[in-house]
């Protein structure tokens, strides 16, 4: 089952402006993680934020949290063309031993940045 | 460079036939995945390893096959009963035995049927 669910699916901005994306989930959670995909490529891990986190920075993206409200955002600031891309949130739940073995992946947001 | 290597990079299938999709990881890492990916979705998970000589089912495992008889190598096998082949098939690893960790993709591979 996905149980991450993105929001826009699409977004579409000019190069220079700020990208947010939305990630919804269910049920509780160890932690939340951004990935990108280039079309026809792997993903990429971005950031992982954990469940007792509430913010978290990497270069020009930042994660927000909110347990309360099963929801985290992706904000990529300061958009560049190379930023086209899928991005997918992933929330990782224990199995057995506490391990997040699983990752339940969301359909993901297609961002394009015109130049 | 550490990585994960998939390939083939294109795979065709013919009717009633088994493939394997090959998954090799230098990252020592333990645990290894197999995903599927069809246009516009997500990722589902197919089967899963946290170990050598030890896999478990994910979501969407009917009609696969896996083994994990070294670290480094977690074959796919796509037998002649998975009816909807056609996908995009994405290898992971991650450190096992803990939590928060990432995942590191390969490139995966493009399964069509002929």
């Known amino acids: 089952s996905q149980q991450g669910e993105e929001d826009p699916q699409a977004l579409s901005i000019q190069e220079g402006e700020n990208a947010t994306m939305n990630c919804s989930y269910k049920t509780s959670i160890n932690n939340l993680q951004w990935y990108r995909q280039n079309s026809g490529r792997g993903l990429v891990h971005l950031i992982l934020?954990?469940?007792?986190?509430r913010e978290k920075h990497s270069g020009r993206l930042r994660v927000t949290l909110d347990t309360s409200k099963k929801s985290s955002s992706l904000l990529i600031t300061a958009s560049r063309a190379a930023d086209t891309a899928s991005y997918f949130c992933a929330t990782g739940s224990g199995g057995s031993g506490g391990s997040n073995y699983k990752l339940t992946f969301g359909k993901g947001t297609l961002l394009t940045v015109n130049p | 460079d550490g990585g994960i290597t998939q390939s083939p990079k294109y795979l065709f299938r013919k009717e009633g036939q088994n493939v394997t999709l090959s998954c090799e990881q230098n990252?020592?890492?333990?645990?290894m995945y197999w995903y599927r990916q069809d246009p516009g979705q997500g990722l589902r998970l197919i089967y899963y390893s946290q170990i050598v000589n030890d896999f478990q089912k994910g979501d969407i495992a009917e009609g696969y096959s896996v083994s994990r008889e070294k670290k480094e190598s977690f074959p796919l096998t796509v037998t002649s009963a998975q009816k909807n082949p056609t996908a995009f098939y994405l290898c992971?690893?991650?450190?096992?035995?803990?939590?928060?960790?990432?995942?590191?993709f390969g490139d995966g591979t493009r399964l069509s049927i002929l």
């Open positions: 992971a690893s991650s450190q096992g035995a803990s939590r928060n960790q990432p995942q590191h």
């Open positions: 934020i954990r469940s007792n986190e």
């Open positions: 990252l020592n890492h333990d645990a």
